[in-house]
């Protein structure tokens, strides 16, 4: 008996049309566990008469390509790499690729087995923000890369790797913003978060090294943030530096302790919308008021910041663009281009925009 | 010559230790394209010198279990979804399972085709936050149910289906949430948003019908909306929906149209992130102020809803024990566990929380 029928045949299909159970045929077409010689011969001409297709699976094994793109982000529930993945997603569907998408919640580890996994599920490539600081740590995407599996950088550059990197200049970003605060005529600016360690360095140089051993953005930011200081001639004091685990609940504590210095910070620069958040309810706890009493400018503009009061000057992030030219470059790369210029300085740097609204203002006398 | 090494070798290595081209051994090691026999021979014998493991997916295919769970969401950039995915990545994670992530954008289409990437990767369970709204439009979650794959619903229930769905009381969370308003003193409360169509009806029983069509949980919300103006005796004005596209831009569209009323709100529920932040862009545009002239609950509570300037009082969701939950009644299935009881009423109901914070006052004279 042949059967009309538009949608594929299940395995439950081909086991009645066999006369044999599901577990049978599901052995049988999943080619493992035992099923008797007599049984699996009719499984197979049961499936060959519902016309049962092997899985995409089966077929990627037969020929080489899933139309799959993996991506590896630090954290899914930060709505910048939310943003970054509805990026990357689009612009492979438009190419007819489906994208799936593993979270590392910043752990170096994590984003091993994820590449791992991803490597045997058999993507066509990986776009990933890594937490890997340099070659040493990059095991993993080499070894993609010798699989024939194309990976592209996406946020976070690793330095030393031979690799295309879509990114923002997160130092340049930093600087307009710190300048901007120091045009106003700030000259106490706090930087809100910096490296999550637990003593507080003196040294500016052993804090950027401290910040950038922990994440590549991390870094660079604040390396911005000195620059500003620097370009305008303003001394780098440490106690403006935000130390210690990257939370609210942190931020908050150490801007209620800036505030509560001698020589009060009357700016804060936030690299993260967290550390927007902790700053904005140190602010309020300690009484003060934004912008007459502090200013502020953040990272990564949401539709919240323009709604706050005052709706708040922020550092736009150019999210769906970034996975998109990170989606674009990794196609480029499955359908054979070379890859990134042998100097490993190879990168695809994307614009951000400082969106000015309210929450800058002159220091109060 | 058998190498001491404790990574796993590439494709690469075995093609230099068989002296062929990485293309030949790819393809022998693969399974795909022709290859002579004899370099075919000297290809297996190197990848058995060198104990080259076949990868995850072909020994998936001969054990029939992946560690893998996948997760279908409507839209990751949606910061409710992320804390649901985060909340079943960990739970899955501490039972050894990886979890891989497809967003739809809201597309049933989208959803159909997510469904069967993951049926054709294999993976061993799979949660949906499901746009299926009965038994006729959810013949790919029978599928993989077919397929010997378990399915869990989170967030949406899907009506007539009988699968354990982990979902919060959202007709319940909305009753209350009006309730609360109403009990302020108020009596024109307007919706935000409401089903996404053209025209306005009068009768609520099509705009129910209207909103139930598009999504379960906007059905329950609507509904929730009015029980609490039956409980307290108000009468139904259609004028106090918004219809439309659900987009932020809409939603100022319709509260300013709402604002503007002779006989205008004074009140407004929000049923998601981007209709409160619309909602206050168009209280601010015309000049209102929250909550002396226009008070305002929401749900889907966040940290930028606590520093609002006035903090907002929101509905609260279990982001995290809902992706908890579901990931813990998924894993059970896999291990062998009963599904839900043959009545397809079987639910798994988290609470909801009303944060109280001062976003609602009594209506100005």
Request: charged share 25%; proline share 5%; glycine share 8%.
């Amino acid at each position: 008996m042949t059967v009309e029928r538009s949608a594929p045949p299940t395995i439950s299909e081909v086991a009645a049309e066999a006369g044999v159970g599901r577990a049978t045929a599901a052995r049988t077409l999943g080619g493992y566990g035992y099923v008797s010689p007599e049984l699996r011969s009719r499984v197979l001409a049961a499936a060959e008469r519902l016309g049962y297709r092997a899985n995409a699976l089966a077929r990627s094994m037969s020929t080489g390509v899933s139309h799959t793109l993996g991506v590896i982000v630090a954290d899914i529930g930060n709505p910048f790499f939310a943003g970054v993945v509805r990026g990357i997603s689009d612009a492979s569907r438009a190419r007819g690729f489906d994208t799936i998408v593993l979270s590392t919640h910043e752990s170096l580890d994590e984003e091993i087995a994820a590449m791992h996994v991803l490597i045997d599920k058999q993507v066509d490539g990986i776009v990933v923000a890594s937490a890997a600081l340099g070659p040493k740590t990059s095991a993993h995407i080499a070894e993609a890369w010798s699989r024939g599996i194309p990976v592209v950088l996406v946020d976070r550059a690793v330095p030393g790797l031979e690799l295309d990197a879509v990114v923002i200049d997160n130092r340049e970003a930093a600087r307009e913003a710190v300048t901007a605060l120091i045009a106003a005529g700030h000259r106490r600016v706090g930087f809100v978060w910096g490296p999550p360690i637990a003593g507080r360095p003196d040294r500016r140089r052993d804090l950027v090294d401290a910040a950038a051993r922990n994440l590549w953005t991390d870094g660079e930011r604040l390396r911005g943030y000195l620059d500003a200081l620097d370009d305008a001639g303003l001394p780098f004091d440490a106690d403006l530096v935000m130390v210690g685990e990257k939370t609210e609940e942190r931020a908050i504590a150490e801007v209620e302790r800036m505030l509560g210095l001698d020589d009060r910070v009357t700016a804060l620069f936030c690299t993260e919308t967290d550390a927007v958040t902790g700053a904005l309810r140190a602010i309020r706890a300690t009484g003060f008021r934004v912008p007459a009493d502090v200013s502020l400018i953040g990272f990564d503009d949401s539709s919240w910041a323009a709604v706050m009061e005052p709706p708040l000057t922020m550092i736009e992030q150019p999210m769906l663009a970034l996975g998109t030219r990170a989606a674009e470059v990794l196609l480029a790369l499955i359908d054979g281009a070379p890859r990134s210029q042998p100097d490993g300085a190879f990168r695809h740097t994307l614009d951000t925009r400082l969106v000015e609204r309210s929450s800058v203002a002159p220091p109060s006398a």
